[in-house]
């Protein structure tokens, strides 16, 4: 019988470990009585921690099962993740989209390591990339994007995709599997930083390439094992740890995000607010056919620069941080990393306070 499990039900379920006496799931890169040799020397699993390791395996299976796919891989961080992605599809001559709109590492990562491999690089923003991707091999979208938090119609971007016999790579970091399924609306690849909400207590780096595709699965995991760039023993066993909370917590930060967005929208402090959950929004009626919760992050647009540094001077509960996904509201003034952004904006990235108690402290610091 098939059981439609809420996302807190699915979160344990998926970080739970299998019950088998003497194999627990542990915090460890190598250990001599998980990596003996066997006298078998045909087989490789387990051999050396680069290569595989039980407690990845555990967390490959509840990230494959949460993103709706059936292969993950996990990574060193969120950009580990993205560049594999990125050096294992893109060749000489090809064209690889990128956002212009989303986050500026991966516009680094493409101009100064994919351009002069002889790739051809193109930048486009959410209202551009279906055009572009009508002339592309690979692309990479983002959505929500970040900063701003536009959204791109994946289920449109995947039809030109694949049209041209492109292939998509969706980064679901902000929007997290437990928000949108980039898989079932057509993407070949989701790529996504762990170390913000799923893990969400700021404590960890981590991140995760998932894919229905086994040919690509492979290919990532030959990348993986011989570039290194692989997620430690002990963080895989901090995120196992973390995602049987991913849904609780998630669920209270987006409720957070939406209150938040409402009441700063008639704030007189306030030039603009961005959130796709808000009616209004100009990326609301996307984000409603395809995500089933509109996320954590706000952008806001203050007067200035210092009006963002008195906002956080005068909270008791913003945390002045670039990442976001935690326990705790961060808040970030995103023009100091060289986003094309005002100078007063700010995205804030709501955490898991009680939300009468969040509201009643943004309320009196932007006065």
Not at 146 to 156: E, G, I, S
Request: proline share 5%; aromatic share 4%; hydrophobic share 45%.
């Amino acid at each position: 019988m098939s059981i439609h499990y809420g996302d807190s039900t699915r979160s344990l379920k998926a970080a739970q470990s299998p019950a088998i006496p003497g194999s627990p799931v542990a915090p460890q890169s190598v250990l001599a009585s998980s990596y003996h040799l066997s006298p078998d020397e045909t087989a490789d699993l387990d051999t050396y921690g680069r290569g595989s390791n039980p407690t990845w395996r555990q967390l490959e299976s509840a990230l494959a099962d949460l993103e709706g796919a059936t292969t993950a891989l996990v990574y060193s961080s969120g950009m580990a993740a993205i560049s594999a992605a990125l050096r294992s599809l893109a060749r000489p001559e090809s064209v690889v989209v990128v956002p212009a709109d989303g986050y500026y590492q991966v516009r680094r990562y493409a101009a100064e390591c994919l351009s002069p491999l002889g790739v051809n690089v193109i930048q486009a923003d959410s209202s551009q990339i279906y055009d572009a991707a009508a002339h592309a091999d690979v692309v990479l979208a983002e959505t929500p994007t970040n900063p701003k938090l536009d959204v791109v119609d994946l289920r449109r971007l995947a039809e030109v995709c694949h049209a041209h016999r492109a292939l998509l790579i969706v980064d679901n970091t902000a929007a997290t599997p437990l928000g949108q399924q980039p898989l079932s609306l057509g993407a070949d690849l989701v790529v996504a930083s762990a170390t913000k909400m799923l893990s969400g207590h700021g404590d960890l780096l981590a991140g995760y390439v998932a894919t229905n595709d086994s040919e690509l699965s492979t290919a990532l995991e030959r990348e993986r094992l011989l570039a290194g760039a692989i997620l430690g023993g002990f963080e895989a066993w901090l995120l196992i740890r973390s995602l049987g909370s991913a849904g609780l917590r998630f669920e209270r930060q987006c409720a957070n995000a939406q209150a938040l967005a409402t009441m700063l929208t008639s704030h007189p402090a306030v030039r603009a607010v961005r959130y796709p959950g808000l009616p209004d929004d100009p990326a609301h009626a996307v984000a409603a056919m395809q995500m089933r919760r509109f996320g954590a992050l706000v952008s806001v647009e203050l007067a200035d620069a210092a009006a963002v540094n008195d906002l956080m001077q005068r909270s008791d509960l913003l945390t002045s941080s670039t990442s976001f996904g935690s326990i705790h509201t961060l808040l970030d003034r995103r023009a100091r990393w060289g986003d094309p952004v005002p100078d007063g904006f700010a995205r804030i990235s709501a955490g898991i306070e009680d939300t009468a108690d969040l509201l009643a402290d943004v309320e009196s610091a932007l006065q």
